[in-house]
């Protein structure tokens, strides 16, 4: 499935596909995740189940942001 995704996203500039290993530390499972950064907000997006884990409209206050004692397991 992430190897179709990163396909399709391929030429969108405003969407990374990483793991939450990579993103946020050693001490995460490694998850596939969605990173989005536009000019309008920056989300974080967990492939498994679709769950936002963080947004943040340009300029504004973050509305989710991820908990440092989140733990990341498939």
């Known amino acids: 499935m992430t ?3 990163s396909e399709l996203i391929a030429d969108i ?3 990374k596909l990483t793991d939450s290993q990579t993103y946020y530390g050693q001490e995460h499972e490694a998850l596939p995740i969605l990173v989005i950064k536009s000019d309008l907000c920056h989300a ?3 492939l498994q189940g679709a769950h936002v884990i963080e947004f943040q409209a340009t300029g504004k ?3 989710l942001w ?3 004692k989140s733990q990341y397991k498939s």
Request: glycine share 0%.
């Open 44 to 46: 974080v997006i967990a």
């Open 13 to 15: 500039k405003q969407i």
């Open 3 to 5: 190897a179709q995704l």
């Open 66 to 68: 991820n908990s440092p």
């Open 61 to 63: 206050a973050p509305l």
